[in-house]
């Protein structure tokens, strides 16, 4: 939940609300208004913590603390995510050994760098009647980087283009 969903004092628009008061206890169901008087005789802020719940779940706490504690956790769990881009490489099905060498080796660089790699082999006009070339090429490709990738998806025709797409092998 992000601290702008978040509802505080007057915001709160609902006849009763469940209580936590400043020290985590339960207070029970208690009329909206009171609720909002204890929150100002303590000095603090009454927020919404669950909207969803019948009645709604609001807590005495210091909002501004609340909110900065929120924005730590998002930040903490962003800092866990890992990126990870898909780049692509075009080639046609009657491309030269020294164009798909150079090719394979940019492959491998974007493997190395942890990325996955969704590799396409464009087919024109009556190219289309053989199919059967951008296979042969998609698996030299396969051939030339060994065994630095693991398959995710089979080579397979979508259009005009045939394409697979490889990841890096795993570290674990």
Not at 18 to 33: A, C, F, M, S, W
């Amino acid at each position: 939940m992000s601290s702008k969903d978040l509802r505080i004092n007057e915001a709160i628009r609902v006849r009763e609300v469940r209580l936590i008061d400043g020290n985590g206890e339960q207070r029970g169901i208690v009329p909206t208004i009171e609720a909002i008087r204890l929150a100002k005789e303590a000095g603090m802020d009454l927020v919404e913590v669950a909207p969803q719940a019948n009645p709604p779940v609001c807590k005495i706490l210091d909002y501004g603390k609340y909110k900065f504690e929120l924005e730590k956790k998002s930040r903490e769990s962003k800092k866990k995510q890992k990126l990870i881009k898909i780049k692509e490489i075009r080639m046609q099905p009657k491309i030269e050994d020294h164009d798909l060498q150079f090719k394979s080796k940019h492959i491998q660089e974007f493997l190395a760098e942890g990325n996955k790699v969704k590799i396409t082999v464009r087919f024109r006009g009556r190219e289309l009647a053989h199919t059967d070339r951008g296979l042969l090429v998609l698996n030299k490709v396969l051939e030339l980087l060994g065994d630095t990738y693991v398959l995710e998806k089979e080579p397979s025709m979508e259009g005009r283009f045939m394409s697979m797409v490889i990841a890096p092998k795993g570290k674990k």
